[in-house]
T-cell receptor
């Protein structure tokens, strides 16, 4: 069984400030971890993924995340927020065992960026 | 190239009616997934196809839900005797092959409202 917990359903930052969105996972096998972004009335877009290579993963739009096994965490960060980053962000986990690849998502964090 | 498309974008139906939701995956993608996203929640897995066969339907909530992919491309999610609790956004995703390491590309979703 696998699950994801996203702490903070809403996060508000000023433009130019650090973005930190938290994600903790639970998995009985080594996990694959993903961050997706969802803009209003659009589908989910992959930001980045961890598939057991480097623990620090760089994604699109300046986002990155670090896999910390000891903390079962995969927090998403961006050094400087931009207004266009305002969206819903979802962390997801998948199993690396076999070919099963269904994603289990967290409940999401809505990021607001203010001037 | 074309992404995942879903039709209709919005569907309003009366309680007890039958609905069909269509998904056109990216050409050449062998794996196809259906998820359901209720208001304020992350997407929840419903079913996954590898080619024409349902490889994992463990997420279908009950026997009112059924999905097909007869030719290994387009898929249809069918819901019988709809209930108000079925109201949600139904998301389709496809990936080149199955396997957790492969990115799932999401469509914009079909918003189903049961009145």
């Amino acid at each position: 069984a696998q699950s994801v917990t996203q702490l903070g359903s809403h996060v508000s930052v000023s433009e130019g400030a650090l973005v930190l969105l938290r994600c903790n996972y639970s998995s009985s096998v080594p996990p694959y971890l993903f961050w997706y972004v969802q803009y209003p009335n659009q589908g989910l877009q992959l930001l980045l993924k961890y598939t057991s290579a480097a623990t620090l993963v760089k994604g699109i739009n300046g986002f990155e995340a670090e896999f910390k096994k000891s903390e079962t965490s995969f927090h998403l960060t961006k050094p400087s927020a931009h207004m266009s980053d305002a969206a819903e962000y979802f962390c997801a986990v998948s199993s690396s065992a076999g070919t099963a690849s269904k994603l289990t998502f967290g409940t999401g964090t809505r990021l607001q960026v203010t001037l | 190239g074309a992404g995942v498309s879903q039709t209709p974008s919005n569907k309003v139906t009366e309680k007890g009616k039958y609905v069909e939701l269509r998904c056109d995956p990216i050409s050449g993608h062998t794996a196809l997934y259906w998820y359901r996203q209720s208001l304020g929640q992350g997407p929840e897995f419903l079913i996954y196809f590898q080619g024409t066969g349902a490889a994992d339907d463990s997420g279908l909530p009950n026997d009112r839900f059924f999905a097909v992919r007869p030719e290994g491309s387009v898929s249809t999610l069918k819901i019988q005797r709809t209930e108000r609790g079925d109201s949600a956004v139904y998301l389709c995703a496809s990936s080149l092959t199955p396997g957790a390491a492969y990115e799932q590309y999401f469509g914009p979703g079909t918003r189903l409202t049961v009145t």
